[in-house]
């Protein structure tokens, strides 16, 4: 078995790849990898897996420029993905020497760890009536979680009557307040509303590169869907972006102004969503990662909203593990974060009283 590391020149034969194989979905496309790398400064370390001089699998594989540490995708779920029909004890023996590779990979990097992320979307993970996680048999721990996914392979009044009470209530009221939706055009309010968000709550926006990019490689090539949500006014307040490939769909990300967070504005965007899905051909809509064990905090309000929708529960696969030599290295890693850390408690503690301009 050969291993060919990803370049540019071979995109359309992995894209191709992508859109056949049941293992991937839309977080495997080449476009989307590039995008990440160059918005997150990662190091591609993706691969071509060839057998008999035939391509029978693709690998999504990046790395942390800084930790070091090795995911099938920093910012999606993507995982290996092999040609269909392939006989079960070939496949075995392929899936066997790619995680080895992978291995060899994080040595010779000295990564600290791997972690691979399936997608819950891909067809055969939809299939698979077990869901066991196949990356125990690679010697990974099982980190999985879950998420909701609905079966949209059903007519329309059928969807709306499996929303909760409270869903189908919140949409009623954004439509009888006068909010409507419509599609975006670019991503310049989207941005604005984000940036709102997260300094709100403390955290640095994602680079506007990051949003940019999305819309450009992904939206623009018919795989993905941003909405905005006008309030009466005609203002665009509240926006949502639809993953859309190979007939399945993903609430993405979102975003609200904080005055419309109790018009129901949100709703009103998640139930266009499944429905403009539906009436694409979706036959599958994952409204995300879930946290039914989760008893406060974002996890839980996030958990209880998206289990409004009438989807049911899915485990989310993941795997973990901890590479060659892995071990030492993260216990360096934490012994040099807790020096930098002591040494900034010890610089403010030394340092003079300063009024920092926050109330």
Known sequence: MKFIALTSSLSNEWDNLVRVSDDAWVFHLYDWLELEEKVWDLEPKSFLVEHDGRT?????????????????????????????GLDGAFRERALK??????????????????????????????KDPWQVNPLILH???DISTHTFILDLKKDQEAIIAGLSKDARLQMRKAQDSGYT????????????VHCENYRRTGVDPHPKEYFVGIFEKICKAGHAQLWEALDPSGEPVAFEMIAFFKKKAFYWTACCKDGHLESGVNYLLQI???????QQGAQYFETGEAFPNARE?????????????????HRFLKGRLVAPGGKANAFKSWVQASKALLNQLLLRENAPDVDTGRN
């Open 297 to 313: 905090g974002k996890e839980k309000g996030l958990t209880i909203f998206k289990e409004k929708f009438g989807g049911q529960l």
């Open 56 to 84: 029978i699998g693709i690998v999504p594989l990046q790395m942390h420029k800084r930790h070091r540490a090795l995911k099938s995708d920093f910012r999606g779920c993507s995982g290996v993905a092999l040609i269909n």
């Open 139 to 141: 010697y990974y721990t």
């Open 181 to 192: 939706i419509r599609q975006a055009t670019g991503v310049e309010g989207y941005y604005q």
């Open 272 to 278: 266009h969503s499944m429905i403009w899905a539906h």
């Open 97 to 126: 020497e790619i995680y080895q590779h992978i291995e060899l990979i994080a040595k010779e990097n000295n990564s600290p760890s791997i972690e691979i992320y399936l997608p819950p979307l891909a067809e055969s993970q939809l």
